[in-house]
């Protein structure tokens, strides 16, 4: 009998199957083309364009790496684009879960107010001109703090921990407060660690949408030197004269190993490859910060 139950528990159902089969099916069309980007980017550009690639490169080499790593503003790119994502996620968890938990105080003068004022930034958007004339007003124009001061605190992050805060048994609070304990040590040193999820996920939404980030740059930043890896990209996918499809055409494309599109693949790699590396570390944390944040309106 124990057995048979034992069987009947583990047993595999066409049900199941069937979801596995969909679901691998649907995973394998989401990832294949970032597979298809990094076997090209491999691949020697010749026989690339002589054969169709589908599992493996055609003719293995690095190449284009080579050719693209030579490149001095590739490498500072991918520095400033880097340091944006870390400096703007680390200000953008502190500025906008010190602010949820303000939000979260009764005898904040204006709160609900303030709240709403927040909440309806979501919906408003002035567009790019006010955009371009206020950060130029306060001088982030050709700026590095332009990457990391404006996103200091955004709605939907403040929402999301204000609402995870509300959740916090107030038992925590009111013992430190009786100890003597002012706002911001409660915060620290309570609040603040007990947030680790909401603030995990908040940190993957930043530093996705930090890394991601083009059009400030590409508006108000000129100085080359803070140039972004993404507004490169974006440089060397629209123009097929650049100076680095020039470069290559006259040196590595003479032995017949790289190309124009083969470059652009290995810098969409290189682009999307740490965002990649970033989800796996974080997704423990993902689903219980948004589950967990969401509960109450």
Not at 270 to 285: A, D, E, N, R
């Amino acid at each position: 009998m124990k057995g048979n139950k034992s069987y009947k528990r583990y047993r595999i159902r066409p049900f199941d199957v069937c979801n596995v089969l969909i679901l691998g099916a649907f995973a394998l069309l989401c990832m294949y083309p970032f597979y298809y980007l990094i076997i090209y980017s491999l691949s020697n550009s010749t026989q690339a364009a002589r054969q169709d690639i589908w599992l493996f490169p055609a003719g293995f080499t690095v190449e284009n790496y080579k050719v693209l790593f030579r490149k001095a503003d590739i490498l500072l790119a991918a520095f400033v684009s880097a340091s944006r994502a870390v400096s703007g996620t680390l200000i953008t968890i502190c500025c906008s879960s010190f602010f949820a938990y303000l939000l979260t105080k009764k005898e904040l003068i204006g709160r609900k107010i303030f709240y709403r004022m927040l909440v309806i930034t979501m919906y408003l958007n002035a567009g790019i001109i006010p955009y371009f004339i206020v950060m130029k007003a306060y001088g982030l124009k050709n700026n590095y703090l332009l990457y990391i001061l404006p996103s200091a605190v955004v709605a939907f992050y403040v929402i999301l921990i204000k609402t995870y805060i509300e959740g916090i048994p107030a038992e925590l609070e009111e013992a430190a407060r009786m100890d003597g304990a002012g706002y911001f040590t409660v915060f620290t040193k309570i609040i603040f660690p007990v947030c680790v999820p909401v603030l995990a996920t908040v940190a993957v939404f930043s530093a996705v949408n930090q890394w991601n980030s083009w059009q400030d740059n590409f508006y108000l930043v000129r100085d080359r030197n803070l140039k972004t890896l993404q507004l490169l990209l974006l440089e060397y996918l629209q123009s097929m004269d650049s100076t680095l499809i020039n470069d290559i055409n006259t040196a590595a494309a003479r032995a017949n190993r790289t190309s124009a599109l083969s470059m652009k693949a290995c810098i969409s790699v290189i682009t999307m490859i740490p965002i990649m590396l970033v989800y796996p570390f974080f997704q423990k944390f993902f689903v219980k910060g948004i589950l967990v944040g969401s509960v109450k309106g």
